[in-house]
């Protein structure tokens, strides 16, 4: 168990809707970061979070948003969705500082768009 | 051309068997390399972690880093079934920065 948490587990919803994914950092970590795994695409980072300001942005469409509230917890709203969007989305956090670079990575939110 | 590139495979290997695993980047500012495992259906987790050039051994596992190259490794020794699963290279510039992913190495060990 890395300690992130990261609900739902699975969702499946249909082109055009709205859907909110939230993560939990570890205790103590103040980075949080989120990515998005397909078959074809690997791990691709969208965003970064760091106590709560955005740190980086990588590959995140504009119909995708992303915070980081005063508890640390993050959320990851992904709006007008398509069928391409279908996807593992992961939340990672880090203790920002630490050398080691490591990431701590949840269990992931399976989104399926029908 | 992208950051970071990696042979998917699959791979597939007897019990025992050494495992070769590569990545080679373009950016020559990485300094922080990771290699990370995922298991089917599960969040990566950090197996190697070494900075800048050199080896670094962790029982079966070694990481070897060439920066002049561009390129890095993870062997597995004495491979297990149990090592059966996605691994994926990871390097960034400076800590706290951007990592940047490969595409992951499926690699199957059959007993």
């Known amino acids: 168990d890395s300690g992130v948490t990261q609900t739902p587990k699975h969702l499946i919803t249909a082109t055009g809707q709205r859907v909110t994914l939230r993560c939990s950092p570890r205790s103590g970590d103040l980075s949080v970061y989120w990515y998005q795994q397909s078959l074809d695409q690997g791990l691709q980072f969208l965003i970064q979070y760091y106590n709560g300001e955005e740190r980086a942005k990588g590959n995140i469409l504009e119909r995708f948003s992303a915070q980081q509230f005063p508890d640390l917890h993050s959320e990851l709203n992904l709006s007008s969705l398509e069928l391409g969007d279908s996807a593992l989305y992961f939340c990672?956090?880090?203790?920002?500082?630490?050398?080691?670079?490591?990431?701590?990575f949840g269990e992931g939110s399976r989104l399926t768009v029908l | 051309q992208k950051e970071v590139e990696q042979d998917p495979g699959p791979l597939s290997v007897p019990e025992g068997a050494i495992v070769s695993l590569n990545c080679t980047y373009s950016n020559s500012a990485f300094q922080y390399f990771m290699w990370y495992r995922q298991y089917s259906r599960k969040g990566p987790e950090l197996l190697m972690y070494t900075y800048s050039s050199g080896n670094k051994e962790d029982g079966r596992f070694t990481a070897q880093v060439d920066k002049s190259s561009k390129y890095i490794s993870l062997f597995i020794r004495d491979s297990q079934p149990s090592d059966s699963a996605t691994y994926l290279c990871?390097?960034?510039?400076?800590?706290?920065?951007?990592?940047?992913f490969g595409t992951g190495t499926s690699l199957t060990v059959i007993p």
């Open positions: 990871a390097m960034s510039a400076w800590t706290g920065n951007q990592f940047y």
């Open positions: 990672a956090s880090s203790k920002q500082g630490s050398n080691t670079g490591e990431l701590f």
